[in-house]
């Protein structure tokens, strides 16, 4: 068996967040797919649309204009449709009580935005790994929960 | 002081008591002295009605001697005047008699005697007139005349003998009572006396009971007087006055600085409630007034405040307070006090007023301090991981010069970014009690441990410590405390020297520390640090924990000069301490000292 | 006449699997090219019918070894993890070796070779998932759970769960029972 190919989508508000991320996926040698979205919003309605294809990972970017990651998380949480996207924060901020009160509503991994591209790269493959392993070792997903 | 007034209403019961028993005890005397008395005269009638019982038994057996000579006389003369004894002697008779039937008609067995006698008397006068008769036709010799005569000297005989009888029983009747009142006569005067020393005794411990009293109360007194004197001084000190309302009456009472608190002189106008509410302030004249009929009807007033505005048109702040005091005798007062509390309304809106303003720079920094550490990231950020793009895409078509550039711009943001976290951690390191928690010390120590551990492994460093028990800390930064101490110790060794720290454990007792003078806590946690780095001299000690305080050039060393601000105020936190001692190029020593609780 | 035709083998291949497959009633997703993944058990009859179909076309199951092996190594140390209870004396490499009757290098070579982790990290993380479910499903104190895991110390124990998770046993039980509080209060 090879790696699944992994279907991954990030929304951030910012344009080079979006550029980091989609190029360290793009050097990354790991079957993914990847989509980005500008806000919650356009997030959201991607998300709820019928023929939606479900991300197997979501990032979310947790300070955005119209909608915020927290909200979002919320949201996706209280969704039944939506319980087996896990869901990965991507937030520059790392104070102990967002981290917190992302993983208590739900979210499954914390990532503090690095400073360091190679680090970005490092980080991205270490969640579709772990991601990946929660998925075929049928590990139990709500005990997933991962800080980077 | 309740001791002694208690001791008086129990002597005056007391007193009471006594007053009552000698006033028994003198009646009881009185009494008995009355019946001795009576018993006395009655003792001298007795003897008295014995003499005429006497005497008239005695005229009764003259009366009988002198009709019986007279008769003898008669009968001898023949003069008749012999006889007239006789006839005098036969009224008296009667009239002894009569008189004996009168003195003992209480006496049954004298009156049975009387009747004896009676009959016995009326025969001898038969006789004798019998006799008589016989002698007066000369017949003495017949034998009627004898046998007459010889009667009339049995019968006279016989009453002799009665009233000899009767005289005696008279006697024996009076030695009777004589006996008897001498007996309980010769005891009256014992009594008397006995009765007078418990008298004079009472007397006695009742003078001392009240002499007692005397004292006690001029003491209290005294003390009442020292007391009013306190009070009026503490009146005008704490700026109060008090006043009483006595309920029944509906009369007020105010005390001389009450005047004083409206501005007015002591007395100076009658103390009731209109006058009173005239310098009350208008806005609060109906509460107060609801606040006053309340207190009529309840007779208790609780914590009331409201304006005043004296004369001179200056307004001060009352506040009133009054209590029910009902006294030994069932009267009903209200005793309240009221006090001028302007000052301390004033000084709590100051205080009120700085506090806010407090709090709001307070707030206005720490969430200047987060904005701006946390926004300044952002775009440092993206410039870090755009040269990190840089270095690793295009680096092999740079100059030397560009190479060059692109270290220097790449040192200076990541001093930056140094000094931005470090920051950001300050002003997160703030106190809230949630945050508190049973903590296992030894994990928050291996979790620092373990994020220095490519440092500690580059820098060969050898760490030991001691085993610390379970406290109840904030959890993440005591691990940030132990993080700073650590990568302090690290960051400043000895070049050539492998760091070795170690980290000891023990309790510390509070009036072991000099700085911690006048702690609540007993006992405390003391955590030290010790290394074997560059030290530093002992005259910076306290300088080092000051923000951005740093005592080397940042070329030498990499420190912020937040790290250490940052143990003191996560120690501060915690009701600690923390010190310093360094020796130069031997190494230093940071102790944390956190309260036991 | 000549016909030049150009035709896309791999487009020709998904859609004869895609038909046979149908046929037998079998559910399945194309992985990457030449890997199926069934999504529903499949018989003993049916994998036999696959077989035979798909043989027509030249198209051949290949018993890979290697995958089924590693399968093999994860079941064993989930068992070994799981199931420490009677406690396992020796060396997880050992234990391994032993069971499986390969070399521990083999085994190890292997494993990394087609899951892209080590073996040891495997079994960090299975061990940290137990940690993690006695955690969430039982009252057992910290202590009490590095102690059934054979850590040396709950220091150990929360450096490495720290390690692989980013964040402490505390910090995890904290967020589970704010979960459930969360939990409840919507309910």
């Known amino acids: 068996m090879q790696e699944d190919f992994t279907y991954v989508v990030l929304a951030d508000d910012d344009e080079d967040d979006r550029l980091f991320f989609v190029e360290a996926f793009d050097e990354l040698k790991i079957q993914t797919k990847v989509d980005v979205y500008k806000d919650g919003l356009e997030l959201m309605d991607a998300l709820n649309h019928p023929d939606a294809v479900l991300p197997n990972i979501l990032f979310l970017d947790l300070n955005m204009p119209k909608k915020s990651g927290i909200e979002c998380l919320i949201e996706i949480k209280s969704n039944k449709k939506f319980k087996d996207i896990a869901i990965a924060i991507y937030s520059t901020s790392a104070s102990e009580e967002d981290i917190e009160d992302t993983f208590v509503q739900g979210a499954n991994i914390y990532i503090k935005k690095p400073s360091d591209f190679n680090d970005l790269k490092k980080i991205l493959s270490d969640v579709v790994t772990i991601n990946w392993q929660y998925h075929t070792n049928a590990l139990d997903k709500d005990n997933f929960l991962l800080r980077l | ?597 | 006449m000549k016909v030049f035709i150009k035709f896309d083998f791999a487009q020709f291949c998904s859609k004869v699997l895609d038909e046979k497959l149908c046929e037998l009633g079998i559910k399945y997703r194309m992985l990457n090219f030449g890997e199926l993944e069934f999504l529903e058990p499949v018989s003993a009859d049916q994998m036999k019918a696959f077989e035979t179909v798909l043989n027509d076309y030249g198209i051949e199951k290949i018993e890979n070894q290697k995958v089924i092996l590693v399968q093999k190594i994860k079941d064993t140390i989930v068992d070994m993890v799981f199931n420490a209870n009677e406690s396992i004396a020796v060396k997880s490499s050992v234990y391994l070796a032993d069971k499986l009757g390969h070399s521990y290098g083999y085994l190890s070579n292997l494993f990394s070779e087609v899951t892209y982790t080590s073996i040891e990290n495997f079994i960090i993380l299975q061990r940290i998932e137990y940690a993690k479910s006695l955690i969430t499903n039982t009252d057992l104190s910290l202590t009490e759970i590095a102690f059934r895991l054979q850590y040396s110390s709950v220091a150990h124990l929360s450096t490495q769960f720290k390690n692989t998770t980013g964040i402490t046993p505390t910090t995890f039980q904290r967020i589970i029972a704010k979960r459930r509080a969360l939990k409840n209060n919507k309910d």
């Open chain 2, 1 to 597: 002081m309740n001791l002694p007034l208690k001791f008086i209403a129990r002597s005056e019961r007391f007193l009471k008591i006594i007053f009552g028993a000698s006033l028994f005890i003198v009646l009881v005397m009185g009494g008995v002295a009355y019946k001795y008395i009576k018993e006395l005269s009655k003792s001298i009638d007795d003897v008295q009605h014995n003499y005429q019982v006497h005497i008239a038994l005695e005229r009764m057996a003259s009366a009988l001697k002198d009709a019986e000579s007279g008769k003898r006389g008669f009968m001898i003369s023949r003069d008749s005047t012999y006889l007239e004894p006789l006839l005098v002697s036969s009224s008296a008779f009667d009239n002894s008699l009569k008189d004996l039937e009168e003195l003992t008609k209480n006496n049954p067995e004298q009156q049975k005697n009387i009747a004896e006698l009676k009959i016995k008397v009326d025969k001898n006068i038969e006789i004798f007139q019998k006799t008589l008769e016989l002698s007066t036709s000369n017949d003495f010799d017949s034998p009627e005349f004898i046998a007459a005569f010889r009667e009339g000297r049995q019968t006279m005989n016989s009453v002799r003998f009665k009233i000899n009888q009767m005289t005696a029983h008279e006697n024996d009747v009076l030695s009777l009572a004589r006996e008897i009142s001498s007996k309980r006569l010769s005891n009256a005067p014992m009594l008397v006396y006995y009765v007078l020393i418990l008298s004079l005794l009472i007397l006695l411990l009742t003078y001392l009971q009240i002499t007692k009293n005397l004292k006690i109360l001029k003491e209290k007194n005294e003390l009442l007087e020292t007391f009013k004197k306190s009070t009026i001084q503490s009146e005008i000190i704490s700026k109060h006055g008090n006043w009483i309302w006595h309920i029944e009456e509906n009369i007020y009472e105010y005390s001389d600085n009450l005047y004083r608190l409206l501005g007015e002189e002591p007395q100076s106008f009658d103390p009731n409630l209109d006058n009173y509410l005239s310098f009350v302030h208008p806005d609060d004249v109906e509460k107060l007034m609801e606040h006053v009929e309340e207190m009529m009807e309840n007779e208790d007033l609780p914590f009331i405040h409201y304006r005043i505005i004296q004369k001179n048109g200056a307004i001060k702040h009352f506040k009133a307070y009054a209590k029910l005091l009902v006294d030994s005798d069932g009267h009903k007062r209200l005793l309240g006090t009221t006090a001028d509390i302007t000052n301390e309304i004033e000084n709590y809106r100051l205080i009120e007023k700085r506090n806010l303003e407090l709090e709001r720079s307070n707030k206005e920094l720490s969430s200047f301090n987060y904005v701006a550490s946390h926004d300044l990231q952002e775009p440092l950020r993206k410039i870090q991981t755009f040269l990190s793009r840089l270095e690793d895409k295009e680096k092999d078509k740079l100059s030397n010069s560009g190479k060059l550039y692109i270290e220097r711009i790449k040192s200076s943001s990541s001093r930056m970014r140094s000094l931005i976290d470090d920051l950001l951690q300050f002003s997160r390191t703030n106190k809230s009690e949630e945050a508190f928690e049973e903590s296992n010390l030894n994990i928050l120590l291996e979790t620092a441990k373990h994020d220095l551990a490519e440092i500690i492994g580059d820098k060969r460093a050898r760490i030991t410590s001691d085993s610390m028990p379970s406290m109840k800390v904030i959890p993440f930064q005591i691990k940030q405390l132990f993080l700073n101490l650590l990568s302090n110790s690290l960051k400043y060794s000895r070049e050539n020297t492998p760091p070795a720290i170690t980290i000891t454990y023990s309790l510390t007792n509070a009036s072991d520390l000099p700085k911690i003078k006048y702690s609540k806590f007993n006992t405390y946690h003391t955590i030290t640090v010790q290394d074997n780095g560059i030290g530093f001299d002992q005259e910076y000690a306290e300088k080092i924990f000051i923000l951005f305080n740093r005592l080397h050039n940042k070329n030498e060393y990499s420190g912020t000069g937040i790290g250490l601000s940052i143990c003191k105020k996560i120690v501060d936190n915690h009701n600690g301490y923390i010190t310093a001692v360094g020796d130069t190029n031997t190494g230093s020593t940071f102790t944390v000292y956190l309260p036991k609780t």
